[in-house]
C-alpha cells in the first residue's frame, strides 16, 4: 500500500511498525519499481537502517517526521552525497546538509536517496537528464514532468511519501500536476535555500511533494523558518491550518483569457473544478489574467534568464558539450543580456507587483490550471522549447510576483491524464491555501498517487480565524499602499474591502510616510470612510501592535453593518493643523488625487 506521513508517523508511535521496518520497505519498493532513472544515487540500506533503529530509541512524540523515508532532488546538498544538478560534470560532495535537509532530519526523517531533475532545474518536462527519463507511473507515455521530475514520480509510486523539489518556474507544481498528487510551493525565503545550487537565486524556493495538503503542511512546518545562512531567507509566520472559511472568495480569469493549445479536456476538467469550489461554498469573482501572463513573459524573455547563465557560465566557457543542448540554449542567451534591460525590466515588474496587489484586494486566492495541456515524451523530444514554455503558461509569474502556490489534483480525464489546479495567494497565505486545498483534494474522491489509493478521512481542524484577530485598516496599510508589506510579512490575510460607519473623521497628518489619522465623533455626525478588515494571528497582532507610533492607536472600529473590529484611530489632540480629508471617502482617493497634482 501507499502510506501518508501521518499514518506512518501514527504507526511508528503506536508501535505497529517500526521506523527500520518503514525504510526497509522504501527500498524494497525501489526494487520492485526498477525504474533507475528516479534517483541519481540512493544511500546505503544498512546505513539508511541504523539512521532508523536509532530513532525508536528517542522521543517519538517530540519528532513530526518520526521515521518517514524522504527523497531529495539532486540539486539540494545531502552530506556525503553528490550533488549533481543532473550534471556530472559540475558535480560536488558537500560536507553538510543543505539547511532544509537538516530540518527533515532533526524533525525525524530519512533520506533515501537523490532524485532526478532537467538539468540544473532548467524546464517543466522532466526529460532533459542524462540520468535517463523517469518514467510517468500514471501513464507511461506521457512526461513525468520537471524540473523536479524524480522526486514527483518516487511520491507518486509510492517509494517514499514525502519529496523534496525546487520550484523557480513551476517545477514544484507542474510534476505534481502530472502525477497526480500535492505540490506546496511556499513562499519565497520561507524555507532557506542554503544548500541549494540556485537556477534563478532571486526567484528559488524548496517545495514539498507529499500525498495529501495536510503531509505537506506537515513538512513544511518542520523546514520553515529564518537562516542566517542564506541571505534570502526571510522571517515568515507559519499559522495552523484552520476549517474552511465561510466566506471564500476565489478569482478566475475573465471570460477569454484561459489558454489551452485546443485541449478540451484540461478545458472542462478545469470548469469542473470551479463548479467543486462553489459547491464547497466559494464565490468566484473575475479579474484580469493579461498583467500575470506579462509577468510570466518577463521570465525567459527577460534578465532573469542572465541568473541561470551565472550558475554555469564556467561549464560553459570550459567544457560546453556536458550540458544538455536544450539547457545550454536556454542559458547561453542570458550572455547577451544588457544592465539596461535588467533595469527595464526590474521597472516593468515592479508595476506589476502592484496591479497584483490590487486584484488581490478583492480576493483570497487564484484557481488558476497548473498547466494548460499535457504533452507525451514524444512530443516534448521533438519539440522541447515551445511544448515546455506552453506548460508554463499559469506558473511562470508566480515567483516574480512573490506569490505562494498549491498544487492540487482535481479529476482523472476520460484519456487516463491527470489534471490539476493551482491555488494562488500573496506571499505569507500558506496555511490558508493550505486550509481551502485540503476541503476540496477531499472532496473530489480521488485516489492518492499512481496507485490510486483512498483518501483518508480529513481531520478536523478549528474554525477559521480561532487564533485570528481581525483588524481595520483605514490608510498606508491598504493593500497596495506604501505599508501594506508589514501585514504581509505578518501572514496577515485580507478578510474584506468595506466600509464604517458615518462616525468618523479623516485627517492627513504630518507624517513620513504619509498616513491619516482616523477620528470617532458623535454618531451619524462623521463620515463612511474606506477601509479593509485583514486577519492576522494572535502572536502576529501583537507584534503588528506593538509596532504602532504615536498619535496611532489600536481602538474598537464601528462598521457600516454595526459589526465591530479593532481599527487604527487618532488622538484628538495631533489633528490640530491637520488637513480634514473626510470628503474624499477614503485614504485611497486622497491620495490618488494627491499623486495627481
Not at 508517523?9 to 532513472?37: C, E, K, L, M, Y
Not at 523515508?69 to 539532486?74: F, G, Q, R
Request: glycine letters at 8%.
Amino acid at each position: 500500500m501507499t502510506e501518508t506521513v501521518a499514518a506512518i508517523v501514527a504507526a511508528h508511535r503506536d508501535g505497529s511498525q517500526t521506523p527500520a521496518q518503514t525504510v526497509a520497505r522504501s527500498f524494497q519498493r525501489i526494487r520492485d519499481h526498477n525504474d533507475p532513472a528516479i534517483f541519481i544515487s540512493l544511500r546505503d540500506e544498512k546505513e539508511a537502517l541504523a539512521e532508523a533503529a536509532a530513532l525508536s530509541t528517542k522521543g517519538a512524540g517530540e519528532l513530526p517526521l518520526f521515521g518517514v523515508p524522504v527523497a531529495v532532488k539532486d540539486n539540494i546538498d545531502v552530506a556525503g552525497f553528490a550533488t549533481t544538478a543532473a550534471c556530472p560534470a559540475f558535480a560536488y560532495t558537500p560536507a553538510r546538509d543543505a539547511t532544509s535537509v537538516a530540518r527533515l532530519r532533526a524533525a525525524g526523517a530519512i533520506v533515501i536517496g537523490k532524485t532526478n531533475l532537467d538539468q540544473f532545474a532548467t524546464g517543466l518536462v522532466g526529460v532533459r537528464s542524462p540520468y535517463g527519463i523517469p518514467i510517468n507511473p500514471v501513464r507511461n507515455d506521457i512526461i513525468p514532468g520537471g524540473s523536479s521530475s524524480g522526486s514527483a514520480v518516487a511520491v507518486s509510486a509510492g517509494l517514499v511519501p514525502l519529496a523534496l523539489g525546487t520550484d523557480t518556474a513551476g517545477s514544484g507544481r507542474v510534476p505534481a500536476l502530472l502525477n497526480n498528487i500535492v505540490g506546496l510551493k511556499p513562499s519565497l525565503g520561507m524555507i532557506s535555500t542554503a544548500g541549494v545550487v540556485p537556477a534563478c537565486r532571486t526567484l528559488d524556493c524548496v517545495s514539498v511533494f507529499a500525498l495529501t495538503t495536510d503531509d505537506a503542511a506537515a513538512a513544511l512546518a518542520a523546514i520553515a523558518g529564518p537562516d542566517a545562512n542564506d541571505p534570502f531567507s526571510r522571517d515568515r509566520p507559519l499559522t495552523a491550518l484552520t476549517a474552511f472559511p465561510a466566506r471564500l472568495r476565489l478569482g478566475v480569469p475573465r471570460n477569454g483569457q484561459l489558454i489551452f493549445f485546443g485541449d478540451k479536456h484540461s478545458e472542462a476538467a478545469y470548469d469542473a473544478a470551479l463548479q467543486r469550489w462553489t459547491g464547497l461554498g466559494a464565490e468566484l469573482v473575475t479579474f484580469d489574467l493579461e498583467p500575470f501572463y506579462e509577468a510570466a513573459r518577463l521570465l525567459y524573455e527577460g534578465p532573469w534568464v542572465a541568473e541561470r547563465y551565472l550558475v554555469i557560465r564556467d561549464l560553459l566557457a570550459s567544457a560546453p558539450d556536458a550540458i544538455h543542448p536544450v539547457t545550454r540554449e536556454i542559458t547561453a542567451a542570458g550572455n547577451r543580456l544588457t544592465a539596461a534591460e535588467t533595469f527595464a525590466a526590474l521597472y516593468r515588474l515592479q508595476a506589476l507587483r502592484k496591479v497584483a496587489a490590487r486584484t488581490f484586494a478583492k480576493i483570497d486566492a487564484l484557481v488558476l490550471p497548473t498547466a494548460p495541456t499535457v504533452y507525451t515524451t514524444a512530443q516534448v523530444l521533438a519539440n522541447p522549447i515551445e511544448l515546455n514554455s506552453r506548460l508554463g503558461t499559469y506558473t511562470n509569474f508566480v515567483n516574480l510576483l512573490d506569490l505562494c502556490a498549491l498544487a492540487l489534483p482535481a479529476a482523472m480525464r476520460r484519456d487516463g491524464i491527470p489534471f490539476g489546479i493551482t491555488l494562488l495567494a500573496p506571499a505569507g497565505h500558506d496555511a490558508l491555501l493550505a486550509s481551502i486545498g485540503r476541503a476540496f483534494h477531499a472532496d473530489t474522491g480521488l485516489g492518492l498517487g499512481a496507485k490510486s489509493l483512498p483518501q483518508p478521512s480529513l481531520t478536523p481542524l478549528p474554525a477559521g480565524g480561532s487564533d485570528e484577530i481581525a483588524i481595520a485598516v483605514v490608510g498606508a496599510h491598504l493593500s497596495g499602499m506604501a505599508l501594506n508589506g508589514e501585514l504581509d510579512r505578518l501572514g496577515a490575510r485580507l478578510l474584506e474591502a468595506t466600509t464604517t460607519a458615518p462616525d468618523y473623521l479623516l485627517y492627513a497628518l504630518p507624517t513620513t510616510p504619509a498616513r491619516p489619522g482616523m477620528l470617532r465623533v458623535e454618531a451619524g455626525k462623521g463620515t463612511a470612510l474606506a477601509l479593509e478588515v485583514w486577519s492576522l494571528s494572535a502572536t502576529g497582532f501583537g507584534k503588528f501592535v506593538a509596532a504602532i507610533p504615536p498619535p496611532l492607536s489600536i481602538g474598537t472600529v464601528r462598521l457600516a453593518d454595526g459589526r465591530t473590529v479593532k481599527g487604527f484611530l487618532v488622538e484628538s489632540a495631533a489633528i490640530s493643523g491637520a488637513r480634514d480629508i473626510s470628503s474624499f471617502g477614503g485614504w485611497r482617493a486622497y491620495m490618488a488625487e494627491a499623486a495627481a497634482v
